[in-house]
């Protein structure tokens, strides 16, 4: 019989481990510390889950927001480990159970009297805090979840959906609350949104660069020696010339653009360069792919 070997662990893995618990922790300490110092006081509403655990206990006052918001990620955890898989259910159980932690231990008051201020304030600590935890191997649960398996299935920003799912939170916090905290609301999660597609995916955006010069073999020897970066040459054919041509097509990152820029008209000032956002890369070295 033959005995199955078990999984060595090494040190880089215990590093990833400790790295992702760090990240959930900031992350969930961050947003608790929105929800208990800026939003409750407030009366504004957190976006998804921890909004809804919000307004429930502004109904309920007997009911804590981190056993709510802990209760209600049942159902989402079972999608998430069918979805995204045992690595993000696991990381995501942890980030939840840290997040209701900091909900109930972290009881602070941000004195910040204007609301637009304050809006804007909570907004900035949330999206810092949810995009810190979205960038661990895991989340916080809650709309998180969704978001994630959205953006694997159909590369959904992870902003844009969040954003999108607090229109019930919004309805309700006009019905409980008032139209002005829906209003001041609104503004926390827009702020929110940014910050996390900011943190999670701007700073590591990619740039399509198209260079079309007849200088290309130059500016090509270039990019590959220097920028170290892989290149595509396409057949190309002038619109009106009717003259064959050659165009560049190279993928790199958000930092090497400048450099790029600088080597071309170096080369040939008188290419014709476009220079587009990409959403996802897939590939093992200029890749961006969510890492869940």
Same mark, same amino acid.
Request: glycine letters at 10%; aromatic letters at 6%.
């Given at each position: 019989m033959k005995i199955p070997q078990v999984p060595q662990i090494t040190l880089a893995d215990l590093r990833q481990v400790l790295v992702n618990l760090l990240m959930l922790s900031v992350g969930g300490g961050l947003c608790a510390v929105a929800v208990n110092g800026i939003i409750i006081p407030h009366e504004f509403a957190a976006g998804g889950i921890t909004g809804l655990a919000v307004i429930l206990q502004e109904i309920f006052p007997a009911l804590d927001v981190g056993l709510t918001y802990l209760l209600?990620?049942?159902p989402l955890f079972l999608a998430a480990i069918m979805a995204v898989g045992r690595r993000f259910?696991?990381?995501?159980?942890?980030?939840?159970?840290?997040? #209701?932690?900091?909900? +109930?231990?972290?009881?602070?008051? !941000?004195? @910040?009297?204007?609301?637009?201020?304050?809006? *804007?304030?909570? /907004?900035?600590?949330?999206?810092?805090?949810?995009?810190?935890?979205?960038? #661990?191997?895991?989340? +916080?649960?809650?709309?998180?979840? !969704?978001? @994630?398996?959205?953006?694997?299935?159909?590369? *959904?920003?992870? /902003?844009?959906?969040?954003?999108?799912?607090?229109?019930?939170?919004?309805?309700?916090t006009a019905l409980v609350f008032s139209l002005d905290s829906a209003l001041y609301t609104l503004i926390q999660l827009y702020v929110a949104a940014k910050l996390v597609n900011l943190v999670v995916t701007g700073l590591s955006q990619r740039k399509a660069v198209m260079i079309i010069s007849k200088h290309w073999p130059e500016i090509n020897r270039e990019i590959l020696r220097d920028l170290r970066r892989g290149t595509t040459v396409i057949p190309a054919r002038g619109g009106y010339s009717g003259s064959e041509e050659n165009m560049l097509y190279a993928v790199v990152n958000f930092r090497d653009i400048g450099p790029l820029?600088?080597?071309?008209?170096?080369?040939?000032?008188?290419?014709f360069v476009v220079v587009t956002d990409t959403m996802e890369v897939m590939n093992y070295r200029i890749g961006n792919q969510p890492h869940w």
């Open positions: 209600v990620n049942i259910f696991f990381y995501s159980l942890v980030g939840t159970a840290i997040f #209701s932690l900091a909900l +109930a231990l972290i009881k602070v008051e !941000l004195v @910040v009297e204007n609301q637009i201020l304050a809006a *804007i304030f909570s /907004g900035i600590i949330i999206g810092l805090g949810a995009g810190i935890t979205l960038r #661990s191997q895991g989340s +916080a649960g809650g709309a998180d979840i !969704l978001s @994630v398996m959205l953006m694997k299935r159909f590369s *959904i920003p992870l /902003g844009s959906t969040l954003l999108a799912l607090n229109v019930l939170v919004l309805a309700l820029k600088r080597t071309i008209r170096a080369v040939d000032p008188d290419a």
